[in-house]
């Protein structure tokens, strides 16, 4: 009883620390350009979330075919620590006149980034060894629970949320 | 037996895993020869070019924003080495219907509008980007000439910066080609780079 009480007052302080450690998901940052350092330190963090990280650009047609499926993410496991994140590889130099536009047209929820990737052949194996640096490319990275999959790789229909669910499923 | 039945399974797995992994040609393998349509007509093999130190067949494409970032630099290296032996083949693999961009007709028009001096082949069975194992455009090969055999030198990037031509640090490709002419392995003799993923048929 004592020990159950204890849990009840820690709630709302494991809530912030979820809250905090979240990266900011705030419209007016939507396309924000980061350097791969930061992806990095992502890659590397141990809050207890599956990060559902896609690599994509705006020109790249089986990309852009499969954003709704990472779109239904966010509404399908809204109530789960799952946090997609689109890094995009659209130009630098796109990013008013293409990026900003499009994301505004599609009326994408989901976090963007747009990843100033310089010199790519340094940090693709960072992203995962297996990656050739073909577009589109997804990693789903769960440090705490040593979950890592990579996928070069379009996803179809379902397939995407099967994994999920089936990584969710593990972690119990 | 069951235990038996098991690993014969765990083996036959493995051995497969390791034919996946073993797709595609490495640095320092034979260079599979091919026999496609160039924008003019005529067909290209490597047995064309028995006297040409090496060729830089780069798999690239109309419709990619890397690889028209690229033309230029493309245009700009076969204008630096096609002379020193080193000649570029410009080979496009994607799937006309995925891509209609990509179709042999717009290849004819695309290579024309940038004055292509090289050929520009048609990967049309798409046999030659798998045997080869490339997975993107652009991607280079770049291969050398041992007495009549070509084998693989280089694999990878062009340069470090697919955005800024101004901007190049690491100019990958040339100071591989540089490095054969001296007689000397490409160091790295690997790189990767972001690219468009080559449109598979379905």
Not at chain 1, 92 to 103: G, N, S, T, W, Y
Request: glycine share 4%; charged share 25%; hydrophobic share 40%.
């Amino acid at each position: 009883m004592l020990y159950k009480v204890h849990y009840t007052l820690l709630l709302p302080l494991f809530a912030w620390i979820f809250i905090q450690s979240a990266p900011n998901i705030n419209a007016q940052n939507q396309g924000r350009v980061v350097s791969f350092s930061e992806i990095d330190s992502l890659l590397h963090n141990s809050h207890d979330t599956l990060y559902v990280i896609n690599f994509w650009a705006t020109w790249c047609k089986p990309c852009v075919e499969e954003l709704p499926l990472f779109e239904e993410i966010n509404e399908i496991y809204a109530h789960q620590p799952v946090k997609v994140l689109l890094i995009s590889l659209d130009f630098i130099q796109d990013k008013e006149k293409v990026l900003l536009p499009f994301i505004k047209k599609k009326n994408i929820l989901s976090e963007i980034v747009l990843l100033k990737a310089e010199n790519p052949n340094e940090w693709i194996d960072k992203v995962d060894s297996e990656w050739s640096g073909a577009l589109p490319a997804t990693l789903l990275i769960n440090n705490q629970k040593k979950i890592r999959k990579f996928f070069e790789k379009q996803f179809k229909h379902e397939e995407l949320q099967d994994i999920i669910t089936q990584l969710l499923k593990s972690e119990l | 037996m069951k235990k038996l039945w098991f690993f014969s399974l765990l083996l036959s797995c493995i051995t497969c895993v390791n034919i996946f992994a073993a797709d595609g040609l490495k640095v320092g393998d034979i260079a599979s020869d091919f026999s496609l349509k160039n924008v003019d007509g005529s067909m290209i093999s490597l047995k064309d070019y028995s006297s040409s130190k090496g060729i830089i067949l780069i798999f690239t494409c109309n419709h990619c924003p890397f690889s028209k970032a690229y033309e230029d630099r493309i245009i700009q290296i076969n204008s630096m080495y096609a002379e020193k032996g080193f000649p570029v083949i410009a080979i496009n693999p994607n799937d006309e219907i995925s891509v209609p961009e990509d179709s042999y007709d717009n290849m004819k028009i695309r290579a024309k509008e940038k004055g292509f001096v090289f050929p520009y082949i048609h990967d049309a069975t798409q046999q030659i980007a798998k045997t080869y194992g490339a997975t993107r455009t652009p991607h280079v090969y770049l291969l050398k000439n041992n007495s009549g055999v070509f084998s693989i030198a280089y694999i990878g990037a062009i340069d470090d910066n697919h955005s800024d031509a101004e901007n190049v640090k690491e100019k990958y490709l040339a100071n591989a080609i540089e490095s054969l002419m001296q007689n000397k392995s490409a160091n790295p003799d690997f790189t990767k780079a972001i690219g468009c993923s080559i449109k598979w048929k379905k």
